[in-house]
């Protein structure tokens, strides 16, 4: 295993110079949105049947250098490794997912995001949390709206447990809860193969992209192509024909898409 990290390919490949000359909080903060600007989440090689490695070394050559995106576990191993090399205490945590359920739900612990000790104070940090993927740093405050360039976020909490929500419509939905207990790449590994495998896997039966860019954010689901403004805005459209998905997989998230016939197949096959 190499832990080897690029930074220049990294901070190219997130359209900056190197790292950011300004306070810490202002630097971490221009991070996570360039980040998150640049790097698009997406699921194309579990969808495709490819293997998704957790190596430090894989995770650069998909993300960095082969203008690819991943999901939380690639996004964040790279971007906590990047923060480590810029001298922050870092922790992997892991969540368990509460999109779309109660928020008493009992989910496994199938994401991971990051808590960063920033100036002495505590903070999480998630670029891989897919269309609503906070894009800036969130402090470990119960109870107070944080504005973000898109969208306000909270956090709850209850004895040991926290919940990340966002404020959409007007409205808080929780995305998912977490403790402070730190996780290991052992963890990530067992949630990684089930999730980039099994045949009920939402990466495995369903297409999925998205990106925040300056204007609000982009995101696909299997056909369903929606550009969201800053202004809670929506433009949908219905693609048609896997050249047109592979069109905006590559003209609007920016990706060099797999070279295998596997890929095609399957969005030939989307409903």
Request: hydrophobic share 40%.
């Given at each position: 295993m190499s832990d080897f990290l690029d930074l220049p390919a990294y901070f190219a490949r997130i359209g900056l110079p190197g790292a950011p000359a300004a306070p810490a909080r202002d630097a971490l903060q221009a991070l996570v949105l360039h980040h998150t600007q640049a790097i698009p989440f997406e699921n194309l090689n579990p969808f495709a049947g490819l293997p998704v490695s957790l190596e430090l070394a894989d995770v650069q050559r998909k993300l960095v250098r082969?203008?690819?995106?991943?999901?939380?576990?690639?996004?964040?191993?790279?971007?906590?490794?990047?923060?480590?090399?810029?001298?922050?205490?870092?922790?992997?945590l892991s969540a368990r997912v509460l999109w779309n359920r109660p928020d008493d739900a009992i989910t496994p612990r199938s994401h991971m995001l990051l808590a960063v000790r920033l100036d002495d104070e505590p903070c999480i940090?998630?670029?891989?949390?897919?269309?609503?993927?906070?894009?800036?740093?969130?402090?470990?405050?119960?109870?107070?709206?944080?504005?973000?360039?898109?969208?306000?976020?909270?956090?709850?909490?209850?004895?040991?447990t926290w919940r990340l929500q966002s404020s959409m419509q007007g409205e808080w939905r929780s995305l998912y809860r977490f403790d402070l207990q730190p996780a290991y790449r052992v963890d990530y590994e067992v949630s990684n193969y089930y999730l980039s495998t099994h045949p009920d896997s939402h990466f495995v039966t369903?297409?999925?992209?998205?990106?925040?860019?300056?204007?609000?954010?982009?995101?696909?689901?299997?056909?369903?192509?929606?550009?969201?403004?800053?202004?809670?805005?929506?433009?949908?459209?219905?693609?048609v024909g896997?050249?047109?998905?592979?069109?905006?997989?590559?003209?609007?998230?920016?990706?060099?898409?797999?070279?295998?016939?596997?890929?095609?197949?399957?969005?030939?096959?989307?409903p």
């Open positions: 082969g203008q690819r995106g991943g999901y939380c576990y690639e996004h964040n191993l790279l971007f906590g490794a990047v923060l480590r090399s810029l001298g922050l205490p870092v922790d992997d940090v998630d670029v891989g949390f897919g269309g609503s993927t906070p894009t800036g740093v969130l402090r470990l405050q119960a109870g107070v709206a944080q504005n973000t360039p898109h969208g306000l976020f909270r956090l709850l909490r209850d004895a040991d369903r297409l999925v992209a998205a990106r925040p860019t300056p204007r609000g954010r982009l995101a696909l689901i299997n056909r369903d192509y929606t550009e969201y403004g800053l202004d809670g805005s929506a433009t949908r459209r219905q693609l896997t050249a047109e998905i592979r069109a905006v997989l590559h003209d609007a998230f920016g990706l060099a898409l797999p070279d295998t016939p596997a890929l095609n197949r399957r969005l030939d096959a989307l």
